[in-house]
């Protein structure tokens, strides 16, 4: 087993190109270009609670980046560098876990050119704590904050709202590797992937800026994080639920499409997923009407589905409504709970 | 007890007049001023093995800041800022525990002007991370790093090795709170201060630009940490061990100073602590034999010991003499076994 320096030497020491000088000092030095701003996100992975600790360490040190990468992305950030902080019991101090998971999480680190400038290792319970950082450009003339980073308070009464790519399919994987419910094999593979090896939408928050009013990263679920942009931005939204569903796997679920559900149940638990799931790691973001052809363009150039959910009301609040404009009912916002229950055990 | 959003809203959301934003959206927004780089160092403390679990929120709360801005005073950055990752188990995860931590947590960080700017909560074992962000000078001419910030690889042949203030004390309340030593009340309550309550020597780091030629923070034990700077500065030095005993409390203990220590054990364990136990968040720093009249003036100025400990040589590794020149047993420089005894059970 390695002690802390011979691990970090072999693991977790690479060139920085970007950064003044990486890991092996005090600490690590950055600095941005003039005019541009740090944007700086932190996650905490605790074994048992955000991953089995038994899961594949490669896709593990993928997910604990990507996490991070996503809330660079909400912010239309440019990813740069990292710190990781790992806490490690025995089994996951040996070579046979450290090195595919350094695989992992370099494989998504080179992808977006973002390097490890510093961290800590130490034994502890199995949990990873990594800081990112990324470059917006700063803007004298933004009010109240000076920046072309995408915050969750800019939406406006009459904005659109949008959802990339599909929603639900982590947490539906989640209920079934729980023994929850049961899946056929083939959707239990595209929504375990979406579990285990989430697409940071770090390309989509780049084109974003100055197109999105608002945005935020789906981690929470699409109802809670939503919910966070209309508190910031002091004002509410009409969602249209059966616009709300661009699902993958869930999609088969909600529609009865496979054999081994009962509809109703089915329907419902792919509704909450995809409402309430967390786990998801796209965007959702609100844009003036303004910006819809442009926004269906850049649907077209990211081959990734933007689709519009719901619209920013002046009233506070989350209205659900259905295809024919009658309420849903509410409990579905009750996102806390869920997203409870969804814990792992 | 407060859920996720409330607990943060509740403890951790502050006024942030140095950052450009920070607690409540996806990323916080740091921008440095020209010709500033951004100092950053991540630490984190697992109960049961940096603390005791049931230490003294308060306590906690200053100390898991003070390491982080430790390694800030050893870079001669000025802090600015730091992110803070919780997890929290539900004895934790309540007021009677959160008020005291947040308490001790920010009466060190207003202290140093160091704001939080974000972060995670969770539920899981207790953990605390903490990234921390500094301010220092670029410098286009040194090389070959550009930076005005101290590293751990300038130091030169002929310098002078320097500690701060005493070292030895944590590691000797920690061994008496073990119940492996006894130490007499006023001894054990000014070795406990010091584990429990560093100082970070921000304002020391300040002044040593410009004047130390290398430095590191002692939080691994001296030898540990002098041997980082050995290593990253391709040199060795030679401790003169009786000079390496800048002790408060161990002092007493080294010298035989309690009746309830055998002397010769006393005398070890004292050693051992100072060259080996960690904890202390002293700095030890190489500067030229010409700056010698200016650290004594910033000695005194500082009100704080800065004691020539050893030289380097430009041959590497670490020997240790008495105060006649005799080698002393190597065993000392075995940190890393000493530290692992060191550890919490």
């Known amino acids: ?30 600095q941005t270009a003039p005019g541009m701003q740090l944007a700086i996100s932190t996650d905490m992975l605790v074994a048992g609670r955000h991953f089995f600790a038994d899961v594949d360490p490669f ?18 950030a440019r990813p740069l560098a990292f710190s990781l902080a790992l806490a490690l019991p025995l089994p996951q101090a040996e070579d046979a876990w450290l090195e595919p998971f350094a695989k ?19 034994r ?24 072309q980073a995408l915050l969750r308070s800019g939406a406006q009464a009459g904005d659109d709202v949008y959802v990339s790519g599909s929603l639900g399919d982590a947490a539906l994987a989640l209920l079934a590797l729980q023994g929850r419910l049961t899946l056929p094999l083939d959707l239990l593979h595209a929504a375990r992937e979406r579990l285990e090896q989430p697409a940071p939408r770090v390309a989509l928050g780049l084109a974003l800026r100055g197109i999105a009013s608002a945005c935020a990263d789906i981690s929470d679920g699409l109802l809670g994080d939503l919910g966070h942009i209309l508190a910031r931005s002091h004002c509410g939204a009409r969602v249209e639920v059966d616009q709300a569903l661009p699902l993958l796997a869930a999609r088969q679920v909600y529609a009865g499409g496979s054999a081994q ?38 649907s077209s150039s990211l081959q990734l589905p933007l689709t519009r959910i ?32 969804l814990v792992l055990p």
């Open 1 to 30: 087993m390695p002690g802390e320096f011979e691990l970090i030497a072999r693991y977790f020491t690479r060139p920085v190109p970007k950064a003044v000088l990486g890991v092996g000092d005090d600490c690590a030095l950055l």
């Open 59 to 76: 896709l593990l040190g993928h997910k604990c980046l990507a996490v991070n990468l996503s809330d660079l992305a909400a912010c239309g």
């Open 104 to 122: 992992g999480l370099f494989a998504l680190a080179d992808a977006h050119e973002c390097e490890l400038i510093g961290g800590d290792t130490t």
């Open 124 to 147: 502890g319970p199995l949990t990873i704590c990594i800081t990112v950082y990324g470059e917006v450009p700063a803007d004298k003339a933004a009010l109240p904050v000076p920046t």
């Open 261 to 298: 559900f009962d509809s109703d149940m089915g329907a419902r638990t792919a509704l909450q997923c995809v409402l309430a799931g967390g786990d998801d790691y796209e965007l959702v973001f609100t844009a003036p009407t303004a910006q819809r052809s442009a926004l269906a363009a850049l």
């Open 310 to 341: 719901a619209t920013i009301e002046a009233a506070p609040g989350l209205r659900l409504v259905d295809a024919t404009g009658q309420a849903v009912a509410q409990d579905f916002a009750s996102f806390d709970h869920f997203a409870a229950a």
